[in-house]
């Protein structure tokens, strides 16, 4: 994968599912759509320890700059991996703790991982 600073990574798959990744720097943010025009799950980090107004800014591939809850994200490499699981397996990663975002009452599974942060 690319490793400059701040990028926007998205995958498809065939079904209509994707998910997308916004990083900058060693941590990143999660977002899995189920269909098109979904408001679909996005990434909240349980362990995060730092205050609950810091955000992190991300830079859009379109040059639009977005800010989000730094509790939101994850260390680059669980992103990483996190969207290598989507791209092989099809489906979204039991390792990230997932909201909602639509409010449809759809509970994504999460199991807790030893080597996770």
């Not at 997308?20 to 977002?31: K, Q, Y």
């Not at 996005?42 to 995060?48: A, G, L, M, Q």
Request: hydrophobic share 30%; with cysteine.
């Amino acid at each position: 994968m690319e490793k400059s600073p701040s990028r926007e990574v998205w995958i498809e798959i065939q079904d209509g599912q994707s998910m997308c990744a916004l990083i900058n720097g060693e941590r990143g943010w999660l977002m899995y759509l189920r269909y098109n025009g979904d408001a679909g799950f996005s990434s909240r980090n349980i362990k995060y320890e730092g205050t609950a107004e810091s955000t992190i800014e991300y830079r859009l591939d379109n040059g639009q700059h977005d800010e989000y809850p730094a509790s939101w994200a994850y260390p680059v490499d669980v992103i990483e991996h996190a969207l290598h699981f989507f791209q092989t397996q099809q489906t979204p990663p039991t390792f990230i703790h997932w909201h909602n975002d639509s409010e449809d009452g759809v509970e994504l599974e999460y199991k807790k991982t030893n080597n996770q942060l």
